[in-house]
């Protein structure tokens, strides 16, 4: 036979005040010190976003945003999506993800900058000419078929590809997919094309022989950084990609 | 002097007995005194044998899942009644911004937004009509989870398998403070990354994410250690909301005539310190507006075996 052991005494009120609130300064702390978590991805900036038009320069666009989500709504081809806790404080925030579904301007007046209650995506903005997201480069000349001089027959980016695209000469308003419309072009300018801006970007010859097929593809300061390029380049990976802008007028 | 002990409690102070009654009061203090205890006991008895009602708890889900369903549908369906998530909406084309959210925002982003301003105002109006806290508990999607949590917590508790071990009601306070300082001086909204009301009312809009895994731990960190933890000690969104609804006009009200004094209406209440009243000798009058923190829940209302504890719309009865 042991001897029980005697009960503690009872807390002292004193005692169990100062228990709780020393739990309180404990999780407190661990509250804030969770939060402070969505520093490390932000400040190391190790998941890159394009940013819808009209976005702010990247620390304002976090600050400004609220979150809800409205302009992923509106847009009538579903670029936008909403980042995730593992972007810290990019969770809620709307990023582009340009291979998978450019912005291609189907609404005609940045309806997501419409959409916008904050002015995340500056009210500034009227004109699609006006969006500054980034600036297309041609990242692997090696693999455009227009620097080969080759042409392009078929889907874009093959029968499973789920991405749409508007279309003007099929239907002035309804977005179709891109698997739905195939090509048979001589000589492969797609990122031309298909780029919803004027001017953003155009074949030029690469010798002076003019029996010479290739051209390669150059990027002019028209261009908006919407990503259409990247996503309908056929080359696999792309061959043309969107550096994303970080500040106004400085992309790449 | 009412609403600012009403704030104070709100805040973190712990509720005091009052020193001063009013003489209708002090009459039925006195009165319940003469009554002796196995009296007492067997009146208590004679009225829980009744079943016990959850008539507002059901009504309050039924609000709580068909506001947060009508987001849902509104996107799927593409029928913009209401567009956006909780943080911020428009509802049929009228801006609503979270006040919380829309602080956050504005302290981060150190701009006043027209249309943030006339967001909040509407919200504002809003939830100073309907009880500001209300949106907590007839609104908020983690409080529904949270509540589900609560009830596996308390079972284990009866088995004595968890313990619950409160914090200090004034953490909430300071975190308020602390969360709208890291908003200004970081620049960025720091208590949005963490805020389960906002990654819930997104992940049932826009599709679950990992952010998921963090309400969850939150939950089953409630069940295993704090009763409603997030509610009750550290959410902000729940102060906004509590200050906006300190002078609302729909209120939960206390009698004290009827009262049996047994306590049921506490056990079952998310911020038991406003129903300090409802304690033997702690009504300082026989009518008495419950405090700021009360989310309009009603479970007290139905928990209540004698109809102390209704709802009462301010104005509305002398209207009638």
New interface residues.
Partial sequence: MTEPRPAPPPLLPNQK?RR??L??VA??TA??G???L??FP?LRKWIPRLRPPGALAE??F?????????C???CPVKAI??G???E??G??VPHIVARNQACDFSCDVVQCVL?C???ALSHTLNRKEDVHMGLARLARPEACLARQGVGFKGQARGPAYKGIHRYVEVDRWKPIRVADHPYDLPLCDLCVRECPIKDAIALAPLSADPADKRRTPVVTSACVGCGMCEMICPAEPAAIVVDIRRQRGNAS | MKLLDSLRIMLGAAPVRPTAYTEAAAAIHEAKRRVKGAERARAIKATHSETRKNTWRNRRWAVLIAVNLLFVVS?RFDVQLV???L????VIGF?F??LN??LQ?ML????V?V??VI?TGTVLFLWWLFGGRSFCSWVCPYHLLAELAEKIHLKLAAKRLVVD????R??RT??YL??AA?AAI?????????SPT??LS?AL??GP???L??VGALLAYEVLF?RR?WCR??CPVGLTYGIVGAVSPVQVTYNLENCLHEGDCRKVCLVPHVLECTKKSYAADVDLPIGADCTRCGLCVDACPTGSLRFRVKGLDKLL
Wanted: charged share 10%; proline share 2%; with cysteine.
């Fill in positions: 005040l709780q609130i739990r309180s999780m407190g509250v804030v969770a939060s402070l969505g520093f932000v620390h304002e976090l600050a400004a945003c609220i979150k809800c989500g409205q992923v709504q509106v999506h909403l995730d806790i593992d810290g404080y969770l809620g959409a209650p904050t002015g | 996107y567009e956006g998530a943080t911020a909406s428009r801006h911004a979270d959210s829309a925002v981060a982003f150190k701009h937004l249309n943030l967001g071990y409160p914090l200090h004034g953490t300071v975190l602390v969360f890291l970081s620049g960025f909204t720091v208590y949005e990354s963490i906002g990654i997104r809009i826009y994410g990992l952010a895994i963090w704090i933890m000690y550290i």
